[in-house]
């Protein structure tokens, strides 16, 4: 079997992507552990607005920059941090405001912008884009070398697409040709938003006291000097995106959809040209290679009652189906995908809400081969 490990090996950048509810989360912090204590300075990043990672890792609250998570922690569960782990939850609305003054060219432009009220509106909506502002504050974190490896936790993986295209998507809207228009308009347009709109607003700053046409040329203008800082800035980001440190890990469960979502964004992937670093499957139900004793419930469960045997052996059949629909599914996953040997995680008892569970899946993340076939096959039915 292939190590993770081996898989992460001179990465600086990886990005764990995957429809919702598959474990996600905790796979990235996970894995952001396991590299810490191997003596990486790794930074995790969430969106996670659940604040699992933050309960997880026994930190009362996480903010828009990078936070210590404190070694003393690790010592009780057997793991020792040789390198740092540190994590954040993203701010969208407060990344975007932190672009926004990086790449103006001074204070009053910076004021000018941040400050206007047509900004503080549109900010709002286009920071709701997580995947931008994501990529954006990755972006900013793997240039700032304070990391050996930042690992991302991505939004569900139709919104992941998004997440390839952001940088693509920016850089439209900035040069879209409604936005020219305003910025600097010419001929009818012109005419249209110098006479018919200076009209409407003088009406409504009347009414309501607020100058929305002086707002309107005031932002545009300003926007327009920061055009240039916003292309280079997504040019930047394909870069880091297809840069061969960076690796996409696909996360997923057996479940039907989830595996739909997986080929979807490993399809999407391959067209992107973006590097693909494995398939992981969590909530396995691993199946046995034998089949459970017969049909005689007190013979094949001793010392239980013949009605307790029979209803034992008829969850042990049922859990057997759905380890045989585990098998069929990672089988398919495995030609779809194009990973022979993807990293299984068996189902785990209760949902991974603490260090301790976090613990358990880093030890299935970064056993060897031969150790997570033996506890795959301890937990199998």
Known sequence: MSDL??????????????????????????IAMGLAAQGARVCVVTIDPARRLADALGIEQLGSEPRRVDDARFAGHGLVMNGQLWAMMLDPKKTFDELIARLAPDEATRDEILE???????????AGSQEFTAVAKLYDLERSGRFDVIVLDTPPSRNALDFLDAPDRLTGFLEGRALRVLLAPSGLAARVVGRGTSVVFSVLGRLTGVD??????????????????????????????????????????????PV???????????????PFGGLIVNRVHPLAAEEPPGSDATAAVPGLEPALARKALKTLAEFR????????????????????????IPHLDGDVHDLDGLVLVHRHLFATGKERAELLNEAAF
Request: charged fraction near 30%; include cysteine; aromatic fraction near 6%.
């Open 5 to 30: 490990v081996d898989r992460l090996a001179d990465r600086r950048v990886v990005i764990c992507a995957g429809s919702g509810g598959v474990g996600k989360t905790t796979t990235s912090a996970a």
């Open 321 to 344: 189906a759905l380890a045989a629909r585990d098998a069929a599914a990672i089988a398919g996953l495995r030609d779809a995908v194009g990973d022979d040997d993807p990293i299984l």
């Open 212 to 257: 929305l046409l002086n707002d309107l040329k005031v932002f545009f203008a300003a926007l327009s000097v920061v055009l240039d800082g916003f292309r280079e800035r997504a040019s930047g980001v394909k870069e880091l995106l297809a840069d061969p440190a960076t690796t996409f890990l696909i996360v997923t469960s057996p479940e039907r959809e």
């Open 260 to 274: 739909a979502e997986a080929v979807f964004f490993r399809d999407k992937l391959r067209e992107a040209g973006m």
């Open 116 to 126: 206007n009220r047509i900004y503080r509106e549109l900010s709002s909506a286009v």
